[in-house]
């Protein structure tokens, strides 16, 4: 079975640009998170959606930073602009059930320059 | 205040010996669930095993197995016959409903690093 995809794997751009991360969840999973990870600050939520409805996006640093989920098989995490400090990895994780075990994509790695 | 705490920022053992990575978590819930996840250098996040607090046995999945107290909020990982693959990042991880019902809460991790 495959599991969450995330593309791309890597993203280098330059600060101003924007940025689009694409999630993909595993198949029949009802809810979907985006993370980030950095050194400084580990890994943080940063928005989830139950049913493609986002429920908590506390954690989204600022309105520079927007996601969306369309249907049950796609989201995305919006940069825009992008800044030097949003370098880290950004994970999208899916569930099947709230609370449960949330499996991982293997990131994006961005690097604004 | 931090839900999730790992004290050890790096652990070492030896091929074949067992490891106890430590976790304590912070709730007035009497409903939660933790979990331990490993992430290893090629940085995919794997989860391992699963222990809600209603649950009597401590759980346990092949090598993995969860050391459950309690009354010390305690959810240690013990880690058997150490393998070099197991050199990762573990990070704990709970869930409570103290929070809108679906994330958890992780930890800052420790580096397990597994020697021959």
């Known amino acids: 079975d495959a599991g969450v995809i995330q593309s791309p794997r890597h993203e280098v751009t330059e600060m101003g640009q924007e940025v689009t991360l694409r999630c993909k969840p595993i198949?029949?999973?009802?809810?979907l998170f985006w993370y980030r990870q950095t050194m400084m600050r580990g890994l943080e939520l940063l928005i989830y959606?139950?049913?493609?409805?986002?429920?908590?996006d506390s954690g989204m640093p600022e309105d520079r930073f927007s996601a969306k989920m369309p249907n049950a098989s796609f989201s995305t995490l919006k940069i825009q602009p992008s800044e030097p400090r949003d370098s880290a990895v950004y994970f999208c994780?899916?569930?099947?059930?709230?609370?449960?075990?949330?499996?991982f994509g293997p990131g994006t790695r961005l690097t604004v320059t | 205040a931090q839900k999730i705490t790992q004290t050890q920022p790096g652990m070492f053992v030896q091929e074949k010996e067992a490891v106890t990575l430590d976790c304590t978590y912070d709730?007035?819930?009497?409903?939660?669930?933790l979990f331990w996840y490993k992430q290893p250098s090629s940085g995919e996040m794997i989860f391992l095993i699963y222990?809600?607090?209603?649950?009597?046995q401590n759980a346990t999945e092949g090598r993995y197995s969860l050391n459950f107290q309690k009354a010390r909020k305690s959810a240690n990982l013990v880690i058997s016959a150490s393998q070099l693959g197991d050199s990762a990042m573990y990070f704990c991880?709970?869930?409570?409903?103290?929070?809108?019902?679906?994330?958890?809460?992780f930890g800052r991790g420790t580096q397990l690093t597994v020697w021959p």
């Open positions: 994780a899916s569930s099947s059930r709230g609370g449960g075990e949330q499996y």
């Open positions: 198949s029949g999973h009802d809810y």
């Open positions: 959606f139950n049913n493609n409805v986002p429920i908590d």
């Open positions: 709730t007035s819930d009497q409903s939660y669930g």
């Open positions: 222990q809600g607090s209603y649950d009597e």
């Open positions: 991880a709970m869930r409570d409903r103290g929070s809108t019902l679906g994330r958890l809460y």
